[in-house]
């Protein structure tokens, strides 16, 4: 169940790079299947494959490798600001997942320490008036809550920590939904728009502030598109997480426990504190995800069409996985995703639906679960053996 | 009473397809945390199959059987995926499973939309008249109580996964790989075939399992939200089950009575009183599977390789 990643980190990166590209690649075969059944549904049989292509690649291809720079959406940096906006929360939900990796646990439960993490921040800006930065605290304190849950099963009752984290995520959404609607009368639901309501109106003081950049004399951005600073509170966690996993003590007592549980109690470091804390981290790492996402203000929660889970969550996962667990590079693998992810929306929606984009990121990840295979072929046949770790054998006996 | 009899059944069917699925691919030793994508692409399969037989006019006792198949066979497609990687590839049996779950509904999102020719990915599979196949063709009536067909496949599995596992070479051989993959090897057991084996029955009572799921219980489907823990629930219905098939029948049957009073609390006097939001209900069934596992996981005995891939090469 433990990934230990611990291969160079210009093989890791080349693993990453043939994992995106054949995911890329099985995406525009799906968009180019999907091309080609529409033309023939629409009786266009003179179609040649030349014109099939080109349509594939205009309307579906396109936007995708283009994501927020895809042109026609790009209009005052609309486009740009909602893949910085996206890849704000995915480096969280992403350095989440890789921090508990790191440590030798599977964090599946970012989706819903994501979703509490999103209520606490609301409610802190909807109800409680609190500032932003005290808003941001409170999502790490709700992810932090929901992700001591799986890790207090794991250290104390031997439930493993993936089996609770789904769990917990269905908990977690599922009450969530109920606080925020309650039957329509909660203090934070909105009946006119059925959402929670817009902290720009109510609760400004909530909001991230926001920057823009001057290209050339003009400002890149729309004055309604600024984006929030929650990309840079980001990447300076992701830069924080490194130093606390590489650097400090802290760190490497998480670390050794993920490598072995016993030998870690044998040298003196307290493994359920360590399993927990780690899970703490890693749940407020998520929550601040959320955090950064909901206080931008250019989304609400919708608690009654919210019936299934934060793809954020499980977005993370794909996060982590295409950095090789290495905090600084959550920040690139969360851009790429972001860039996807957006760029399938802007997809010609009737021939291409957006979800060819999750197609991708799914491909990608299932990829990355054998990608040591592509690095210890990418490393070389001789070293084949010797760079594949042996199947962790502590990881049996935490199933549940 | 008789409505929350149906819909215990119901699931309970659904449960226990899907956690014996999940207890053929750990016995083998290949932990399936897949299962909620499976029943996805199952159930896909099986409601684009009604519709399809639907229009071709088949008649309803063989469209029944037909769609139920093709439910298994896509289950069993989809559960090669996982085999592959985690066999053959020897790849993290969790994050391949992720990854399938996460592709499944992205998968099952395209098709469905496509098939609407819009932007909705709801699949309806009802009609109004019963001469044709459709979601109604699927339950029968026995007195006051509605039942489907899938619970009578559902009790033939039973039995038949019982029989399998412990009266047949192949089934102790299976449990061997999942005990004991190089002893098993030494006695010329071909493991990888035995795990594959165990993951494709996984697949064909996964994809049924998300056609029980969804067709009998409602007429059209909304594949966004996938088949909503469904497959996870399944997850610890086999660990309370103790990855034994007469057990998890029973372990079924109890968090199905959860899930169940979900659909009708309301028109249960005394549940209605109470005046709970529906969430509440659905948030049950998790939480009564974390308080099982909290009390059972330390005793609990899961088939000793699971989720270790086997390499001959390796001591």
């Known amino acids: ?400 | 009473m008789w409505l929350l009899l149906k819909y215990t059944l119901l699931y309970a069917a659904v449960l226990t397809l899907v956690a014996m699925g999940g207890m053929f691919s750990e016995r083998s030793g290949v932990i399936n945390i897949a299962l909620e994508g499976i029943m996805v692409i199952g159930g896909l399969m099986g409601v684009v199959m009604i519709n399809i037989l639907n229009a071709a006019g088949v008649p309803v006792p063989i469209g029944i059987v037909l769609t139920i198949i093709a439910a298994g066979a896509a289950g069993a497609a989809y559960s090669s995926l996982l085999a592959f990687s985690a066999i053959n590839l020897k790849a993290d049996q969790t994050i391949g499973g992720t990854a399938l779950n996460l592709l499944a509904t992205a998968v099952a999102m395209v098709i469905a939309k496509r098939i609407n020719g819009s932007d909705s990915p709801k699949i309806t599979y009802s009609t109004n008249t019963n001469a044709v196949l459709n979601s109604s063709n699927f339950s029968f009536q026995v007195g006051p109580l509605t039942l489907n067909y899938f619970l009578l496949v559902t009790i033939a599995a039973i039995a038949a996964a019982w029989f399998i596992l412990y009266r047949t070479r192949f089934g102790m051989r299976l449990m061997a790989c999942g005990e004991h993959p190089q002893a098993a090897d030494s006695v010329g057991i071909n493991v990888y075939k035995m795990r594959w084996a165990g993951v494709l029955m996984s697949g064909v009572l996964g994809g049924i399992g998300g056609m029980a799921y969804i067709v009998p219980a409602v007429g059209d489907w909304n594949f966004e939200m996938g088949v909503a823990g469904m497959g996870f629930l399944a997850l610890a219905v086999m660990i309370f089950g103790q990855w034994k098939p007469l057990n998890i029948a029973g372990a079924a049957l109890f968090f199905a009575v959860f899930r169940a009073m979900a659909n009708i609390f309301d028109s249960i006097p005394f549940l209605a009183s109470l005046g709970w939001p529906k969430e509440i209900y659905n948030m049950m069934p998790f939480v009564a599977s974390m308080v099982v596992l909290a009390f059972t996981s330390r005793k609990s005995r899961a088939p000793k390789a699971e989720g270790v891939p086997y390499d001959k090469g390796s001591r």
């Open chain 1, 1 to 400: 169940m433990k990934k230990k990643i611990s291969m160079s980190g210009f093989g890791s990166l080349l693993a990453s790079l043939v994992c995106i590209a054949v995911g890329l690649l099985v995406g525009f075969i799906v968009l180019l299947v999907l091309g080609a059944i529409t033309s023939a549904q629409s009786g266009g049989a003179g179609q040649s494959f030349g014109e099939l292509l080109k349509v594939t690649w205009e309307q579906g291809f396109k936007p995708i490798l283009h994501g927020g720079f895809y042109a026609k959406a790009n209009t005052m940096g609309m486009g740009v600001r909602m893949e910085i906006l996206q890849a704000a929360p995915l480096i969280m939900t992403g350095l989440s997942v890789a921090f508990a990796f790191k440590t030798g646990l599977f964090n599946i439960g970012a989706a819903g320490q994501y979703t509490v993490g999103a209520f606490f921040a609301l409610f802190s800006a909807i109800v409680l008036k609190l500032p932003w930065w005290a808003c941001l605290l409170a999502s790490a304190l709700g992810g932090a809550i929901w992700g001591a849950i799986p890790g207090l099963f794991k250290a104390f009752l031997n439930v493993n920590e993936v089996i609770t984290s789904i769990m917990f995520n269905w908990v977690g959404l599922y009450a969530v939904n109920t606080i925020i609607y309650q039957g329509g009368t909660g203090p934070m639901f909105n009946l006119k728009t059925t959402k929670t309501f817009t902290l720009k109106e109510c609760a400004p003081q909530s909001l991230l502030p926001t920057f823009n950049v001057n290209v050339g004399d003009k400002p890149y951005f729309g004055k309604l598109f600024t984006p929030t600073i929650g990309i840079f509170i980001a990447i300076a966690l992701a830069v924080a997480i490194w130093i606390v996993i590489n650097k400090t003590t802290f760190g490497y007592e998480l670390k050794a426990c993920g490598f072995n549980k016993n030998a870690a109690k044998y040298a003196g470091i307290n493994e359920k504190k360590s399993i927990v804390l780690s899970m703490i981290i890693s749940g407020a790492l998520a929550g601040v995800g959320a955090g950064l996402f909901y206080l931008s203000g250019s989304k609400e929660w919708e608690p009654l069409v919210s019936t299934a889970l934060p793809a954020m969550g499980f977005n993370g996962i794909s996060v982590a996985l295409l950095a090789s667990s290495n905090p600084i590079g959550c920040i690139f693998s969360a851009l790429f995703i972001s860039h996807i992810t957006v760029g399938g929306g802007f997809m010609y929606a009737k021939l291409f639906p957006t979800e060819v984009a999750d197609i991708i990121s799914g491909v990608v990840i299932y990829l990355c679960a054998f990608s040591l295979l592509f690095k210890t072929f990418l490393a070389g046949r001789k070293k084949k053996m010797a760079s594949q770790p042996a199947p962790d054998k502590n990881g049996k006996e935490a199933d549940a």
